[in-house]
């Protein structure tokens, strides 16, 4: 079957969209011809900095003939009925049509057949319309033709078009098309200085030979590859190491045909400046790699870079011009290092009260304070030095107003920690400035030292309140200010550091410190020793701690002071922030494997707001449910919710009081009273001591009384006063298990 | 007395001397059939401000021209003690609407002459999207490498003062401080030979400029008139509109004073360039200056539409 051969060439494409197009070409050639009928064997796209090239095999001669029948109207029926039936079918009398039988008696049915057409007319007819509808993040119009509205357009102007067609045993045909004056054709160029020339191709196989020849490799990977082991090999040779940069490597793959690696150095001196400065330098600007000495793990004073010819003089001018530039990015680079150590970080923090933040969240210098207080704030509830944590969070922005992070925003938080070392700041104090943006993604390290982490968090929940406050929570993909990650960094950090955290009120008195209002900053002090009271409370019995909110709510009320009635109403932005955290953390356990409705189980317990033992409750809870014990009484528990939800429903109440023991009668039926107060008895316990597992192996104790109850017991009595009991012990089950989950989120 | 000699033409040889530098290039591209042009009298921060440039790429009417501008980046100054940085510095700027198809090759050949070989040298087209917030103009193309080193910038203008290019310019910015540092093999941009004597006579780029680096670098950061320069602004601001208004015909089908608002425009732009410099502009303000100017710049692009230059039958 035949082949097609495509090629775009062009003046040079982005590197960085050279793969998304190539990706691109091939999806919109094959969904296409697989839409016109021509299922092909097999694709493959490739992407230079001149062109974009495909080949499809096995693509079919032709479409295949279509056979369509169209269904019309009975014989007889009215003129009207048949003249719209005519003008459907496209047929121009009743005579072509075939008449039918069914049930119903006689039809006519028109029987079009419609041939299918050569591959050769679909392709000239389709890869106009992709030329035209091509993705490329960002397109341009050129030339002459420019001039007239609704001229082609393409990443950098497109000079030829080679597209052929043909089985292997024939000499394929060029697809016939004209867009904008660029017709189908054979011809295409090889290297832009090393092979000039017009390259007359047939099919893919001598495309890719004779590009070769004309010096340029088609294959993205190919040239990859050829860089990465010359690099190395060429390192090895003068005992050094390459710094591997898969990013590097694939952009300058992508910005070479064919690739000449080189190796150049600079002057010994510059190995003064952090290697991470040196390589920032010579990566982002000059696009080469660095080397390092592989005993010490140290930069040496070599650089590799990627030249695009093969030189008259083997590349020595190329040399020493790059040397050129990198000597001198290196020394403004060593002029900003050294500019920087002489301005001692704090030195620098007054000028963070002229920039502004975010415009309704004030200066970097109100969000310093304000996280510095709260890494105070947070210290002794993870364990770190309070004064060190305060001063880790005064000077960890600091850098952002150095030279080297003004040319390098990549290296905030980095340089911080060279500076702060160089200053003679505590260990810990030099690593927050570092650690604290630490966990930066998914695969970034979370911090562990006790003062990068109330950093840390403080930084996170300063973000997240303060965006809250305003108002600019992220929406569907949207997330300007990266608060998803910023929470679910946040969320790290407290499960893999194991932290006891009580989010609900630290996020609710850091709502106070955002809103730059004196006088609501003393409503919320006022209110502080109160909710900490009630979060105390919450952690042994949430009920007495939602009726003592209630009553706060009310007496704030009472107080008429709009601004205690306004600091209070900061709970509901408050919990609004909490179910975001959830929704991280959902994400989060599923991502790790946890069954997403065991998470929803434990969250649609009132006042989860402590995420490592939402955690544990999901780990206990996941492990018990792999049991027999814990499915049978699953399934227990749910019979004796759907009764309930049923019953309840059909009473117009709620069966919540109390058990009455004297009209318990049957024997099951007493075992399970006597069971479910063990158990929730034990369970409490467990539970105040945060073993949820025995929490677990509580409720486990309930399952063979659960099934003996409704194995012989009858809910639904005849005597109503004793139907409303058994109800009641139903619910006791279901407040019982309440301990540890909501099991009638649990799905099974 | 020193003895003075004719001029030679190894004094031009643009891998010699500066000016020699820039007459290899007038003259390839005056070959190629651009007018050629001289810098426009007034202060712009780079080559596209020119009238030449920025007004004559609008409207569907062709236009060739190369021409020197010097460019004033006022932020930029470093009071001479920076090897690379210069506040004053010159752009050869060629504009060639509509583009012809082989631009690329011609910018390749202008290196040639001004002895950049590319069978020597490694010469790379790599990204770069221009825009100019000011100027309401942007275009795609890229910034041109020599061995690692930033010669040029190559757009294809598609965007010029809020007016869609049709047909589309071709603009070519050559830096020519880097070129010259970079044909000549000198590290310091004060130590360029300017015209290509070796004896008694020659003339360094230092001699030229290095009194004028530190004298405006003074002037931009330290003592520019904050009070005078915020005036001028707004005095260029309304005068730009005023002439704008009166340019118009009654039945506002023609314009007849674009050029004359259109130097308002540049005037305020580099009057705000200057505040900038001088740090008394923040942050939020900044934004609001560079619209003003844009708007400025977009009033002057319609208004030139509507003139003969731009396209409209006398």
């Known amino acids: 079957m035949p082949d097609l051969l495509l090629e775009f060439f062009s003046e040079e494409i982005p590197a960085r969209m050279q793969a998304r197009a190539a990706d691109d070409l091939k999806k919109m050639v094959t969904d296409r011809l697989v839409a016109a009928g021509l299922t092909y064997e097999g694709a493959k796209a490739f992407a230079t900095p001149r062109r974009l090239a495909l080949t499809v095999q096995g693509v079919p001669a032709r479409q295949p003939d279509l056979k369509e029948e169209r269904k019309g109207p009975k014989v007889g029926a009215p003129e009207q009925a048949i003249a719209g039936f005519l003008r459907a079918a496209g047929l121009t009398s009743i005579d072509q049509a075939k008449v039918q039988a069914d049930k119903k008696g006689d039809f006519y049915v028109a029987i079009t057949e419609k041939e299918g057409k050569p591959a050769l007319d679909v392709l000239a007819a389709m890869i106009p319309e992709i030329v035209r509808a091509f993705p490329w993040p960002k397109s341009m119009r050129w030339g002459a033709q420019s001039a007239s509205p609704g001229s082609l357009s393409w990443v950098r102007p497109l000079h030829a078009i080679v597209a052929t067609f043909g089985p292997e045993t024939e000499e394929p045909v060029v697809v016939p098309f004209d867009i904008d004056g660029i017709k189908g054709g054979d011809v295409t160029r090889g290297h832009r200085f090393l092979s000039p020339g017009d390259i007359q191709v047939r099919r893919f196989d001598d495309y890719v030979a004779k590009l070769e020849s004309a010096k340029v490799v088609l294959d993205a990977t190919r040239r990859m590859d050829i860089i990465r082991a010359d690099a190395k090999n060429l390192a090895f040779a003068q005992g050094f190491e390459l710094v591997e940069d898969e990013g590097l490597l694939a952009e300058v793959a992508g910005l070479v045909e064919w690739p000449v690696v080189l190796m150049g150095e600079f002057d010994k001196s510059f190995l003064s400046i952090p290697g991470e400065v040196i390589r920032s330098t010579i990566r982002a600007n000059q696009k080469c790699f660095v080397l390092r000495d592989p005993q010490t793990a140290k930069l040496v004073n070599k650089f590799i870079l990627v030249a695009n010819i093969e030189a008259s003089d083997g590349g020595k001018a190329i040399v020493a011009g790059n040397e050129r530039v990198i000597r001198a990015r290196l020394s403004d680079a060593k002029f900003f290092y050294e500019t920087d150590l002489k301005t001692k970080l704090e030195d620098r923090l007054p000028k963070f009260a002229g920039i502004v933040f975010h415009e309704k969240l004030g200066s970097q210098a109100e969000r310093i304070a304000r996280i510095t207080a709260l890494a105070g704030q947070l210290a002794p509830l993870v364990k770190a030095d309070a004064a060190k944590a305060e001063r880790a969070a005064q000077l960890c922005k600091a850098d952002l107003l150095t030279e080297v992070v003004g040319e390098f925003p990549d290296l905030q938080g980095l340089m911080g920690k060279y500076y702060a070392e160089a200053q003679g700041e505590d260990e810990a104090v030099a690593h927050a400035c570092e650690d604290h943006y630490r966990p930066k993604g998914p695969d970034d390290l979370v911090p562990g030292d006790p003062v990068s982490i109330a950093v840390a968090l403080a930084d996170k929940i300063d973000t997240l309140v303060g965006f809250w406050a305003i108002d600019e929570k992220p929406t569907g993909s949207k997330d300007p200010y990266a608060l998803r990650r910023a929470a679910l960094g946040l969320i790290r950090i407290v499960i893999d550091n194991q932290l006891r955290l009580p989010l609900r009120r630290q996020l609710w008195r850091h709502f106070g410190s955002v809103e730059r209002d004196e006088a609501l900053a003393a409503a919320f002090a006022l209110l502080h020793p109160l909710h900490d009271q009630i979060v105390n409370i919450s952690a042994t019995d949430i009920e007495l701690a939602m009726k003592l909110e209630v009553l706060v709510s009310e007496k704030t009320r009472a107080a008429s002071n709009p601004k205690l009635v306004q600091a209070h109403s900061y709970l509901k932005q408050t919990d609004d922030l909490l179910s975001f955290f959830a929704d991280r953390l959902k994400v989060q356990l599923r991502e790790q494997g946890a069954r997403h409705d065991l998470v929803d189980a434990v969250f649609a317990l009132e006042g989860q707001d402590d995420l490592l033992m939402v955690v544990r409750r999901v780990e206990a809870l996941g492990k018990f449910l792999d049991t027999d014990d814990g499915k049978n009484l699953l399934a227990g528990v749910k019979r004796a919710s759907n009764i309930l939800r049923i019953e309840e429903k059909k009473d117009g109440k709620a069966y919540n009081g109390a058990v009455d023991a004297a009209l318990l009668d049957a024997p099951e039926e007493k075992a399970l009273a006597a069971a479910v107060a063990t158990a929730k008895s034990e369970g409490d316990t467990a539970v105040a001591k945060e073993d949820f597992a025995a929490a677990m192996t509580a409720m486990a104790k309930l399952r063979p009384t659960v099934d003996a109850f409704f194995d012989k017991v009858t809910v639904n009595a005849d005597d109503k006063a004793v139907r409303a009991n058994r109800l009641t012990l139903l619910n006791e089950i279901r407040e019982a298990t309440r301990a540890v989950a909501d099991f009638s989120k649990i799905e099974g | ?314």
Request: charged residues 20%; negative net charge; hydrophobic residues 40%.
């Open chain 2, 1 to 314: 007395m020193a003895t003075s000699r004719a001029a030679q033409a190894s004094d031009l040889d643009p891998t010699k001397s500066f000016q020699g530098l820039i007459l290899a290039l007038q003259q390839y591209w005056a070959a190629y059939g651009c007018v050629i042009l001289q810098p426009y009298d007034m202060e712009v921060g780079a080559g596209t401000f020119h009238p030449a440039t920025t007004l004559r790429a609008l409207g569907p009417k062709p236009w060739n021209a190369a021409y020197v501008q010097p460019s004033r980046r006022p932020k930029d100054g470093r009071y001479g003690e920076n090897p690379n940085r210069l506040q004053h510095y010159y752009q050869f700027q060629v504009i060639l609407k509509p583009s012809p198809p082989d631009l690329q090759q011609l910018y390749l050949d202008s290196l040639k002459v001004i002895g950049i070989d590319s069978a020597l040298h490694d010469i790379r087209f790599v990204e770069d999207d221009w825009e100019s917030p000011t100027l309401g103009a942007w275009g795609l193309g890229w910034e041109c490498w020599c061995d690692g080193m930033e010669v040029s910038q190559f757009t294809y203008f598609q965007q010029v003062a809020g007016v869609e290019c049709a047909p589309v310019a071709g603009e070519l910015t050559y830096g020519l401080e880097r070129l010259a540092m970079y044909v000549q093999g000198v590290d310091r941009v004060y130590d360029l030979n300017f015209n290509g004597r070796d004896d008694d006579k020659k003339v360094t780029y230092g001699d030229v400029f290095l009194q004028a680096e530190r004298e405006y670098s003074r002037h931009n950061f330290e003592h520019s008139d904050s009070d005078m320069l915020f005036k001028q602004f707004t005095m260029a601001e309304e005068a730009c509109r005023k002439y704008l208004e009166a340019g118009y015909s009654a039945d506002r089908s023609q314009h007849l004073m674009a050029l004359p608002a259109y130097d308002q425009c540049i005037k305020a732009s580099h009057v705000f360039n200057l505040l900038d410099a001088r740090g008394v502009i923040s942050v939020t303000e900044r934004q609001s200056y560079i619209l003003r100017v844009r708007e400025l710049a977009k009033a002057c692009g319609a208004a030139w539409l509507k003139t003969e230059a731009g396209g409209v039958a006398a």
